[in-house]
Antibody, heavy 118, light 110 residues
């Protein structure tokens, strides 16, 4: 049973960097079968794909966020991370980590709310 | 920039059938976009319903089905139940590792 759990600060100041980690159990982030993704949802709005990382550490990012995003993987801890730089109030959202397989997201974390405010 | 569009809202009677669609602002949706569908209730993470156009995720009842209808991806719900009242999102793969979510459809069952 794959389980994914997001963690990180719930409050980030404007212009600073948002950092989240997703701990994975029941599967390995070193698996060549899956991509490990981040997705977000502003309050009351729709879902937005942020990007993914593959076991080889290749990445793909949403073009609208690419200049500010870095996704990395730590195979020793079986987790992957999101860094989003220069945040503004528009980055306030519930952030989900998810496993991507066959171009779809088959397992999701429960999500964590990150608020950008001074 | 290509945008993925869905009906903002839809209503269906209990026991009825509803088809939600997922379209591109530029071009047609095909199986090469590997359409997938997700159900989300308030405060919960999305649940995967359909992937690769028409494959039901484990545990999803056969009341839910996916297809390509014309130039759009479609999610059909038959025998609608009160607990189908949710937000539904589609995702399209655009190539080069890029996935795009649709804006979501709020389904009301009444």
């Amino acid at each position: 049973q794959v389980q994914m759990q997001e963690s990180g600060p719930g409050l980030v100041k404007p212009s600073e960097t948002l950092s989240l980690t997703c701990a994975v159990s029941g599967d390995s982030v070193s698996s060549a079968s899956y991509y490990w993704s981040w997705i977000r949802q502003p309050p009351g709005k729709g879902l937005e794909w942020i990007g993914y990382i593959y076991y080889s550490e290749s990445t793909s990012y949403n073009p609208s966020l690419k200049s500010r995003v870095t996704i990395s993987v730590d195979t020793s801890k079986n987790q992957f991370s999101l860094r989003l730089r220069s945040v503004t109030a528009a980055d306030t959202a519930v952030y989900y980590c998810a496993r991507e397989s066959a171009y779809s997201f088959d397992h999701w974390g429960q999500g964590t709310l990150v608020t950008v405010s001074s | 920039q290509t945008v993925v569009t869905q009906e903002p809202s839809f209503s269906v009677s209990p026991g009825g059938t509803v088809t939600l669609t997922c379209a591109l602002t530029s071009g047609s949706v095909s199986t090469s976009n590997y359409p997938s569908w997700y159900q989300q209730t308030p405060g919960q993470a999305p649940r995967t319903l359909i992937y690769s156009t028409n494959i039901r995720s484990s545990g999803v009842p056969d009341r839910f089905s996916g297809s390509i209808l014309g130039n759009k991806a479609a999610l059909t719900i038959t025998g609608a139940r009160a607990d189908d009242e949710s937000d539904y999102y589609c995702v399209l793969y655009m190539g080069s590792g890029i996935s795009v979510f649709g804006g979501g459809t709020k389904l009301t069952v009444l």
